[in-house]
């Protein structure tokens, strides 16, 4: 019987990173193992901060959202509460027990174009983060997203191809790799700035070398068609589908949340991108084709063909 998964590769990686970022521009929780789902790694972008007018909140407003670091807790295999660290705060504990949000307000929010439906952590989130991040735009609240709702990719970059999100960007799944961020350090280095880590580029998918025999040179991803990861059960295809433009988030330091254009200038050199208008950019957007269900490991072997 033929396999529906390609055998021959021009491209072999593994799995160097996995990231989520539970609160929407707020810190990374690294994993060693994450479960695909339809709409991304499961748990990434859950949440969101929003103004009182439900509109969303990132870093691009308030750096200083860098410094939220979200923890997930667990009872055995079960979800158990989500807890919120920031310096000179009291710990934020969330209980996320079974049916937590049938007890929660729903409400309507935005995050870019899209009005969803989401439903509000409580009065306690919100004056903590609130009191934390300041009141300049009013009240902050905390949602969730209601996961019976459908937010498509844009089907213009998906060429039709049906995509889930929740508070992400647009997509799903954010792939990038060691070796472009070891192009943009070196170009960083000889400027004499300071070296970067790949948090600052808020990737889920951080792609590095398998073998030496096999090299994976800087933006690679850029070059690639649908990347095949390797489980222990059935093989996810991730499939890159749109460069993803840089906004100021990358010049923030998640450790101090202070700002400085050294990053995008640096990538201003050699990174703006004619599929995008010029725009700058690091990583690929890409979406699930198969695997939903399955679970990406650190070290796991990643193949992929030359797009031509």
Request: net charge negative.
């Amino acid at each position: 019987m033929t396999s529906k998964y390609p055998t021959q590769f021009d491209v072999k990686a593994k799995i160097a990173q996995l990231f989520i970022y539970p609160i929407k521009s707020c810190g990374a929780i690294e994993l060693k193992e994450a479960v695909l789902t339809d709409t991304g790694l499961d748990l990434d972008r859950a949440w969101m901060v929003v103004d009182e007018n439900g509109v969303f909140l990132t870093q691009r407003e308030e750096p200083r959202m860098a410094l939220i670091q979200p923890s997930l807790v667990y009872a055995g295999t079960s979800l158990a509460e989500l807890v919120l660290y920031a310096s000179g705060m009291a710990a934020l504990h969330l209980p996320l027990t079974a049916g937590y949000l049938s007890e929660a307000h729903a409400i309507k929010v935005r995050v870019w174009d899209d009005q969803v439906p989401a439903f509000d952590m409580g009065d306690a989130a919100g004056k903590w983060l609130t009191e934390f991040l300041g009141n300049s735009l009013g009240p902050l609240r905390l949602v969730r997203f209601d996961d019976n709702h459908h937010r498509p990719s844009n089907a213009k970059w998906t060429q039709g191809l049906p995509s889930r999100n929740q508070f992400s960007d647009g997509f799903p799944v954010l792939v990038a790799s060691t070796a472009s961020l070891d192009e943009l350090n070196a170009r960083l280095q000889a400027k004499g700035e300071a070296a970067v880590d790949m948090r600052r580029f808020r990737a889920n998918v951080v792609l590095g070398q398998d073998a030496q025999s096999h090299p994976l040179n800087a933006h690679d991803e850029d070059r690639i068609g649908t990347l095949t990861c390797h489980t222990e059960h059935e093989p996810v295809q991730l499939t890159p589908v749109k460069p993803c433009p840089r906004c100021p988030i990358p010049n923030i330091d998640p450790d101090t949340g202070m700002s400085t254009p050294a990053v995008s200038d640096a990538l201003q050199a050699y990174r703006q991108d004619p599929r995008v208008n010029g725009a700058i950019t690091f990583g690929m957007n890409a979406i699930a084709l198969e695997g939903v269900g399955q679970t990406l490991r650190q070290g796991q072997r990643v193949s992929a063909s030359w797009l031509f």
